[in-house]
Nanobody, 123 residues
């Protein structure tokens, strides 16, 4: 069974930083991409970042580009999301998410994600 377990969320002031972590089991990261999605209260889920297992290509939603950094370690079966310069609009539940493709031309999200970790950015 595929399992993804997120951790690292919390309450932070605007301009602060958080690092989210994801432990993966049940599939091989070498063959499947991994990324992060989020869902704010009352809004639909949106993909925010992914990383390719082949060449390390990364994709970011425009609103987080330059502030967030995604990384993965295939050997350790983990993924991370470093979030800097956080804004109130970043407040959401963040999910580690499996992707079928994460390339410069195609980003395809799978319906597989973890339980989520809450990130709240507030003064």
């Amino acid at each position: 069974q595929v399992q993804l377990v997120e951790s690292g969320g919390g309450l932070v002031q605007p301009g602060g930083s958080l690092r989210l972590s994801c432990a993966v089991s049940g599939f091989t990261l070498e063959y499947y991409a991994i990324g992060w999605s989020r869902q704010a209260p009352g809004k639909e889920r949106e993909g925010i970042s992914c990383i390719s297992p082949s060449d390390g290509y990364t994709w970011y939603l425009d609103s987080v580009k330059g502030r967030f950094t995604v990384s993965s370690d295939n050997a350790k079966a983990t993924a991370s999301l470093q979030m800097n310069s956080l804004k109130p609009e970043d407040t959401a539940t963040y999910y580690c998410t499996v992707l079928m493709e994460c390339t410069s031309t195609v980003v395809t999200w799978a319906d597989i994600w973890g339980q989520g970790t809450q990130v709240t950015v507030s003064s």
